[in-house]
């Protein structure tokens, strides 16, 4: 792929890859086809990535299996059948793994290694990277495949590590299992990891604390078996479900409906209301009608609406009252799908403690002490969520042309070219950036990947070994990122989604995190760039 003249190295491969979740196998899996050689790096001892680490209790997809999983072969979608309409984590594990499997990956990968740093090395042409076994190897090109959420964040609280219990965080569970029975137990999160860990928890733990700080709008998930018949009907109709897929605004089945709610009669648009709420999936959420993300008085109708099922589920009013947001509208933060999770607080043995009344002083060696009370435990769960977006390229020392630091290039915020590469970094190529379309993960995945092996595949057959995005198209890609996040009321939010995160140095104000318009638009752009023969980057021999 390099001419002779180019450099006087030699990489190891042609190009490494760090992570083997879902993006890593199936960059992976392209790389190889393009016939380049390739090692992808892997701190964990096996495939999987998310559906690896996240082992909690009661984790499982909220998109729709069949909109989830590779569509890239054929072959693949008609031979794998889904339990479930939303898979579990253990499903979800052996996919992957079928997949490293069945398409031979699992020799190029390098598992129980971190990658402590990457060097660009410019008269070499070469990355370079120190790995925690004290192993170096270099490449042509690097692509990060290191997820947006794969950084567990643990809370601000005194004395974590003191308490003699069971303690696990639900991003880093234990392979062996969790025995909650007649257990005393705490979880400290509403989260979607929380929502999901506490409706399980509470089966079978003889005393369940819940620790909130912050209430999520939820919704029902209504998942189940997917039958024979249903099998057959989803295997025939790939083809459908993968172009509504392409066509939706975040990459799932649910399109938003075209009204605006504020125009529609009460009664028609309570009746919409409560169909969808009886519906599986982020159709509540995605196919919701269409102003509700973006206007404050339809928003406020559907915060309105969920609120009042909260009321009817949960029996105790006051306990309702605090798992009512106050502090954001229905669908303004990412929305948890749940099972039975407002019934938990009916039960005798569950407890909600509201941490912006009684805030948590410090975790003991028996438990937890809030301001007003000692608590004892026999397990601590931590459902605090992610150091999201850019949290995993903040933990590797990943340095460019010139020795420039990613993190200093990042400081006030990271700066892409479509989540994919960062100025003064050549060579280096992101799979689901910051700044790169969200939603369905695994179906931009695909895109994301595909969009990198296509500029590959260009820089082989025109024998180009270097790539190097200009400054001014990360420039004009921010300004387009900027111009989508217009409007959108989860932009006025601290979540994740606008780069907030408390428990994270550096991170507790709003910035511009994440490219906010729709996904059709996004590829629209991206393909445009390859269309135009990458006019965009800077690429030479």
Not at 93 to 99: D, F, I, T
């Amino acid at each position: 792929m390099t001419p002779a003249t180019a450099s006087p190295v030699t990489p190891d491969f042609d190009v490494l890859i760090i992570g083997a979740g879902l993006a890593g196998l199936y960059q992976l899996y392209r790389v190889r086809e393009l016939g380049l050689s390739a090692c992808v790096i892997e701190a964990g001892s096996d495939v999987g990535g998310t559906w690896y680490w996240n082992r909690y209790p009661g984790a499982r997809f909220d998109s729709e299996s069949y909109s989830y999983g590779f569509s890239f072969s054929p072959e693949l979608l008609q031979d794998w059948s889904w339990s479930e309409h939303f898979a579990p984590q253990p499903e979800t594990l052996r996919y992957a793994q079928h997949v490293a499997e069945r398409f031979q990956l699992r020799p190029h990968i390098r598992f129980g290694r971190k990658v402590e740093s990457a060097r660009w090395d410019e008269p070499g042409r070469v990355w370079r990277l120190q790995l925690d076994d004290g192993s170096q190897p270099c490449a042509r090109f690097l692509i990060t495949a290191i997820g947006a959420l794969s950084v567990p964040t643990l809370p601000r609280i005194p004395g974590i590590e003191s308490f003699q219990g069971v303690s696990c965080h639900t991003a880093n569970w234990p392979k062996e299992p969790v025995d909650f029975t007649g257990k005393r137990v705490a979880v400290i999160g509403t989260g979607a990891s929380g929502v999901q860990t506490i409706q399980e928890v509470a089966k079978t733990a003889g005393h369940l604390t819940i620790f909130q700080r912050t209430p999520n709008w939820c919704a029902p998930l209504h998942n189940g078996a997917i039958t024979d018949d249903e099998q057959r009907e989803i295997k025939a109709g790939y083809s459908d479900i993968l172009q509504r897929c392409r066509e939706s605004p975040a990459g799932f089945i649910h399109t938003p409906d075209p009204r605006r709610a504020v125009d529609v009669p009460p009664a028609e648009r309570e009746a919409f209301w409560e169909k969808r709420y009886t519906e599986r999936g982020f159709g509540i959420w995605m196919g919701n009608f269409r102003d509700v993300l973006v206007d404050r008085e339809a928003n406020a109708l559907m915060s309105d609406f969920v609120a009042r099922k909260i009321r009817q589920r949960v029996k105790n009013p006051v306990v309702a009252e605090k798992l009512i947001p106050k502090n954001h509208g229905f669908g303004t933060r990412r929305l948890p799908l749940e099972t039975r999770y407002y019934e938990v607080y009916n039960q005798p043995n569950v407890e909600l403690v509201d941490l912006t009344e009684t805030p948590i002083d410090r975790v003991t060696d028996t438990g937890i002490r809030t301001s007003a009370r000692e608590f004892e435990f026999d397990i601590i769960v931590y459902a605090t969520g992610f150091d999201a977006l850019r949290g995993a390229y903040d933990r590797i020392d990943l340095r460019g042309r010139d020795d420039i630091s990613l993190q200093d290039l990042w400081r006030g915020g990271a700066r892409t070219f479509f989540g994919i590469q960062n100025a003064g970094f050549p060579n280096l190529l992101m799979v689901m950036g910051p700044m790169c379309a969200l939603g369905n993960i695994v179906r931009s995945i695909e895109y994301n990947v595909d969009w990198v092996a296509g500029l590959l595949r260009h820089m082989r057959d025109h024998q180009l070994s270097r790539v190097e995005v200009r400054p001014e198209s990360v420039d004009a890609w921010m300004e387009i990122v900027r111009k989508a996040s217009i409007g959108l009321l989860s932009n006025e939010v601290n979540s994740w989604m606008t780069g907030v995160n408390s428990n994270v140095d550096g991170k507790s104000e709003r910035v511009l995190a994440r490219y906010s318009g729709t996904g059709p638009e996004f590829r629209a752009k991206a393909d445009a760039v390859a269309a135009g023969g990458y006019r965009e980057l800077d690429l030479n021999a």
